[in-house]
């Protein structure tokens, strides 16, 4: 095995022993990035010298016998993360040169436990896609197979755990934008529980959806990772005071009499046949390893999309007005005054999806049309959470696929906004309870593409799908094919 | 429902952006398909029903009136696109 193969847990292990140092172990991350990244496209910035001082740092640490959780591990993040001195550009030309004067409470939280950064990863523009088609700096390749899409919009930190360039990143998830590529990538996915991460520091797009998650190689560094990143943060008014268990302490518990839930509307029309299968295999698995299944319904599954646009258009087009080529980003002025300022940064600036987000949520809060969609939405957004909570009342977690198919080619879906919207059709129903929710590889496609399986679990019952992930992951062992690059 | 291009004009209007011919063109078809497909909604009972504005029910976060420090200055202004003595520079808006 040669460096970049080894996991969280197994570093800590080596990093404590002395048998490998931080310096070498960011040395090999950062040569594999220059070799691969080039044909993958999953870093917009890379941080080789402030990850070789935090790597000398923590040799010191090791040395001294002082080493914490995460202590000389090369991690990455999503570039919605606002970092210190490092560029951070939400996949925008609006901010393509924006250095901020702060780092987010989960950045924080890394560096806290001994984290060595290597850099920021490429995303769908301020998180707004399903495929990593709309950054301002191109698309990512799926590690897989390069004609194909990683999904998004945490498509960079999927590409670079598949691909190897970061033993884990962190993402960022409003309606699927974590689990769906993670999926896609063949890694592990965790949205945690909407409050158990801050999003202090997080650029924001749907404030009642948005949250931040681990993407990685295994369930055990999932939990390792949330570990770090979960807890209350006073500068986060969102974020729940609740205490945050061990997340390792039940890990290998196993699945024996776990109550799990089918729910029959995520298995019908528009499941790929092989992803089916996929799910059908990994049930077969759960059920020899002890766990019960449960027929249940979903019955508002379907006005899920739907209630999603609405309340996640209309949630961006009020967080987006901050960008105004007045404090941060671009400004284009032509002398013609404040607003045509406001209008041609903005222009400028974003994408068409952003744009077309932007305009859509703007109708829907607009006059005349607020109760039609605005206000429709949010009630239908009582429905869906009511109709998952009282699901999760009857059985410990539900099963379900991640994405209808396997990771789609590149260009195939971005001629039609709406095809591209369904493809989240099983992850948003998620964000929209508020709840929490894993994905995990569960198989390949016969054109070799991953597929991914859903967990999906109570409020703050991570430790339960961790629980459940694991025991299924130990079983299959899908986690331990690589990508060839 | 069809959106015209007076109406995309006035949503822009709102949004502050500015919107080439072609872009307003493209607009109206992605936002009528779009509401073509988001007015299922209309199908769906919610008489009575609670609007749900955040996933996780809490009240307000106050945190003690005390004072603390805030970002620096200089650090904040470095990120202006245009600045000057400390402060964000914008076109003249009053005559």
């Known amino acids: 095995m040669s460096l970049i193969d080894y996991s969280i847990a197994q570093l800590q292990t080596q990093l404590r022993s002395g048998t490998i140092s931080a310096v070498e172990l960011c040395d090999a991350y950062l040569a594999r990035i220059a070799s691969v990244d080039g044909g993958i496209n999953a870093y917009l910035t890379v941080a080789a010298e402030s990850a070789r001082a935090a790597a000398c740092a923590a040799d010191r640490e090791l040395a001294g016998g002082n080493a914490r959780p995460l202590t000389g591990i090369p991690l990455a993040l999503k570039d919605i993360f606002v970092t210190k001195g490092i560029r951070t550009t939400c996949a925008s030309k609006i901010l393509s040169d924006y250095l901020p004067p702060y780092d987010g409470t989960a950045v924080q939280r890394l560096y806290d436990s001994g984290a060595v950064l290597l850099g920021k990863l490429n995303m769908d523009e301020f998180a707004m896609g399903s495929s990593n088609e709309n950054s301002a700096f191109g698309p990512v390749r799926n590690p897989w197979h390069r004609d194909y899409v990683t999904g998004g919009s945490s498509g960079g930190s999927a590409a670079c755990v598949a691909a190897r360039t970061a033993v884990a990143a962190l993402g960022t998830d409003t309606g699927g934008s974590i689990r769906q590529p993670a999926a896609h990538c063949g890694v592990v996915g965790l949205k945690p529980t909407y409050g158990r991460v801050s999003r202090y520091g997080v650029i924001a797009y749907a404030s009642s959806l948005d949250q931040v998650g681990p993407l990685t190689r295994d369930v055990r560094d999932c939990a390792i990772l949330t570990q770090a990143i979960a807890g209350y943060d006073p500068l986060d008014s969102t974020s729940v005071n609740t205490p945050v268990p061990d997340y390792l302490a039940r890990l290998e518990s196993g699945v024996k009499g776990l109550r799990i839930g089918l729910p029959r509307e995520y298995f019908g029309a528009g499941l790929d046949p092989e992803v089916k299968a996929a799910l059908e295999e990994a049930q077969r698995v759960l059920a020899g390893l002890g766990a019960e299944f449960v027929e249940i319904s979903l019955p508002y599954t379907e006005y899920a999309v739907a209630c999603y646009y609405l309340i996640a258009t209309a949630e961006a087009s009020s967080n987006l007005a901050r960008y105004d080529g007045i404090r941060y980003g671009l400004r284009v002025d032509d002398g013609e005054g404040l607003n045509a300022l406001y209008c041609r940064s903005r222009a400028a600036g974003f994408g068409a999806e952003v744009k077309r987000r932007i305009m859509l949520g703007t109708y829907a809060l607009s006059a005349g049309y607020y109760d039609a969609y605005y206000l429709k939405a949010q009630k239908a957004r009582t429905l869906i959470r009511q109709d998952i909570i009282a699901a999760l009342d009857q059985v410990d977690v539900l099963l379900s696929p991640v994405a209808p198919t396997p990771a789609f080619r590149l260009g195939e879906k971005m001629a039609d906004p709406l095809q591209m919207y369904l493809s989240d059709i099983f992850t948003i129903p998620v964000n929209l309870a508020g709840t929490c929710a894993l994905s995990l590889p569960c198989g390949f496609s016969a054109g070799g593409l991953p597929i991914g399986l859903q967990i999906i679990g109570r409020p703050f019952a991570e430790a339960t799908l961790l629980q459940a992930a694991y025991a299924y992951e130990q079983a299959t062992k899908w986690h331990q094919r690589q990508a060839m690059l | ?95």
């Open chain 2, 1 to 95: 429902m069809k959106i015209t291009a007076d109406e995309v004009k006035k949503v822009a209007k709102l949004a502050k952006l500015t919107l080439s011919d072609p872009d307003i063109e493209r607009m109206a078809a992605d936002m009528d398909a779009m509401l073509a497909y988001v007015a299922t909604l209309a199908n769906l009972d919610t008489q009575g029903i609670v609007p749900t504005a955040h996933a996780v029910p809490m009240a307000n976060a106050f945190r003690a009136d005390s004072l603390r420090p805030s970002l620096e200055r200089d650090d904040v202004m470095a990120a202006a696109p245009k600045s000057a003595g400390g402060t964000f520079r914008v076109p003249k808006v009053i005559e």
